[in-house]
Every structure is written in C-alpha cells, then in structure tokens.
C-alpha cells in the first residue's frame, strides 16, 4: 500500500481533514497543521517534500495553492503539480509523473478536491516520451 503526506497551512486545515476522512483505505501521515491557527506555509512544504520517496505520494493544500506549489517545487526530485480538476490531475500523473498533488482550497469546493485526489492517486505515468521530458527538469 502506497503512503500518502499530507500537510496545510491554516487556509487548508479544514479541506485536509476531509481528504483525510475520504482516503481512509491508505496509509496517511499527516504532517500538520493542526488546527486554523496562522502558520507559514512553506514550513509545510518543506515537511511533506523532505519524506517524499518512491513509495510515496504527497498533496499539499493552502489557500489558493500557489504558495504551496512555489516553495513544494524548490525541491529537488519534487514535481508539484497544482490541479483545479481532476483533468488535470490525471495529466499530472500521465504526462508530468507529478508526486506531489497541489489544491487551493479557497479556489475548488470539496467534491472537485475529492476527485482531483482520486484521479491522482488512480493514474499511473505513462512514460516513454514524457520521460525525456523530465530528464530535462
């Protein structure tokens, strides 16, 4: 069974715990926060980007999910992919072999953040030509 991370900022606490709930046939390490109080959110980033391996995917939630993609893709091996549906989450695995899912929750409701995780954790990378392409990053 693969382990998923998951971490937030204050913005994505509630979204969180509800992905959380919603993926209960996983493993789940949740690496914070904890509640809605104020907290930075690279900090977060920084937590889940640091376990990332192989054996492992990762989602992020923040506000909008721009700060969370910025500072998630200063790592190195870490491709960070921030979705607004599932479309694009598929794609993120298919052609990107994103391992880090990326959602806004002041952006995307709950059933669109539940389907995005879904299709993320559900697709598999295609390889072949997209290989070449993140060789490159």
Known sequence: MRKILIASDHAGFELKQE???HLSEYKILDLGTVDEE???YPDYAKKLCELVDDRSSGILICGTGIGMSIAANRFKYI????CTSALMAKF???HNNANVLVLGARIIGKLTALSCVDSFLNTSFH???HQ???DKL
């Open 19 to 21: 992905i959380i709930e």
């Open 38 to 40: 104020s907290v930075d």
């Open 79 to 82: 491709r960070a992919a921030l």
């Open 92 to 94: 993120s695995r298919e």
């Open 127 to 129: 390889g072949s030509k």
């Open 132 to 134: 070449k392409r993140i």
